[in-house]
């Protein structure tokens, strides 16, 4: 292994993601549901971060650059599930997001920004009254820090992230925590008993708040590729087209 710090990734080397048209006709949310929000593609612009550290975990490791479609797929789910998709074995993918953790948390995650018009949304949704939680798929520290960083952890009643010791770690564990956190409680069939909205920009948070019956909002200004938003209950291209979904 070397220490080497990788080069930041080119633009250029990274697919173009494809969108897809929103939902024709879609009735709004409901504006009584609680909402639940992923962090990375959705409330800030963490891309490079993400990347950055991730090649550098690579280089770290001594291996091989990862392919443009793998790094375009990066920021969003569990960086241990691209791992084993790449084909490290658990040692190695162990001793990778140990690499990705150190540069990330004391430079990555400050190669971040958050998306225009998210700031006064998340303000006017609290100012409303809506029940609202970070449900994301990064370290749960991690994701307290960055949402103190931008001023905007005061919005959630709660920050659901993956736990340190890895027992919650896919979408629908953070989500069941954050569900767990917010006092709405789940039936026997694993459906919500009360209405939640899950707003998030790929597929694993459409198919993680699916399990328990929550509709997602797919915003397409974060990371998706294509096809991703197949499933969505609806789907926005805007800030603005958001906050009118959401009534606010």
Same mark, same amino acid.
């Given at each position: 292994?070397?220490?080497? #710090?990788?080069?930041?990734i080119?633009?250029?080397?990274?697919?173009?993601?494809?969108?897809?048209?929103?939902?024709?006709?879609?009735?709004? /949310?409901?504006?009584g549901?609680?909402?639940?929000?992923?962090?990375?593609?959705?409330?800030?612009?963490?891309? %490079? $971060?993400?990347a950055?550290?991730?090649?550098?975990?690579?280089?770290?490791?001594?291996?091989? #650059? /990862?392919?443009?479609?793998?790094?375009?797929?990066v920021a969003?789910?569990?960086?241990?599930?691209?791992?084993h998709?790449?084909?490290l074995? +658990?040692?190695?993918?162990?001793?990778?997001m140990?690499? &990705?953790?150190?540069? &990330?948390?004391?430079?990555? &995650?400050?190669?971040n920004?958050v998306?225009?018009?998210?700031?006064?949304l998340?303000?006017?949704? /609290?100012?409303?009254?809506r029940?609202?939680?970070?449900?994301?798929?990064?370290?749960?520290?991690?994701a307290?820090?960055?949402? +103190?960083?931008?001023?905007?952890?005061?919005? !959630?009643?709660?920050i659901?992230?993956?736990?340190?010791? $890895?027992?919650?770690?896919?979408?629908a564990?953070?989500?069941?925590y954050a569900?767990?956190?917010?006092?709405?409680?789940?039936?026997?069939?694993?459906?919500?008993?009360?209405?939640v909205?899950m707003?998030?920009?790929?597929?694993?948070d459409?198919?993680g %708040?699916?399990? !328990?019956?929550?509709?997602?909002?797919h915003?397409?200004?974060?990371?998706a590729?294509d096809?991703e938003?197949? %499933?969505?209950?609806?789907?926005?291209?805007?800030?603005?087209e958001?906050?009118?979904?959401?009534?606010?």
């Amino acid at each position: 292994m070397h220490e080497t #710090p990788a080069e930041q990734i080119p633009l250029a080397q990274i697919p173009p993601r494809i969108t897809e048209a929103p939902s024709a006709g879609a009735q709004p /949310a409901d504006p009584g549901a609680a909402l639940l929000l992923d962090l990375d593609g959705t409330l800030t612009d963490s891309f %490079a $971060g993400i990347a950055n550290s991730f090649a550098h975990a690579l280089d770290v490791m001594g291996l091989p #650059p /990862a392919a443009p479609e793998v790094i375009a797929g990066v920021a969003g789910p569990p960086l241990l599930d691209t791992l084993h998709a790449m084909g490290l074995d +658990e040692p190695t993918a162990d001793a990778t997001m140990t690499a &990705y953790r150190a540069r &990330y948390s004391t430079v990555g &995650y400050l190669e971040n920004s958050v998306f225009a018009g998210i700031g006064p949304l998340l303000a006017d949704l /609290a100012a409303a009254g809506r029940r609202m939680a970070v449900a994301t798929s990064k370290n749960q520290a991690t994701a307290i820090r960055i949402l +103190e960083h931008f001023g905007l952890s005061e919005y !959630f009643e709660l920050i659901a992230g993956a736990s340190d010791d $890895g027992t919650r770690r896919s979408k629908a564990d953070v989500i069941a925590y954050a569900l767990a956190g917010l006092g709405v409680e789940v039936d026997a069939t694993g459906t919500v008993s009360a209405p939640v909205v899950m707003v998030g920009d790929r597929s694993h948070d459409i198919e993680g %708040a699916a399990e !328990f019956g929550i509709p997602t909002v797919h915003v397409e200004w974060g990371y998706a590729l294509d096809g991703e938003a197949g %499933a969505a209950a609806w789907i926005v291209r805007s800030v603005p087209e958001l906050r009118t979904l959401l009534g606010v």
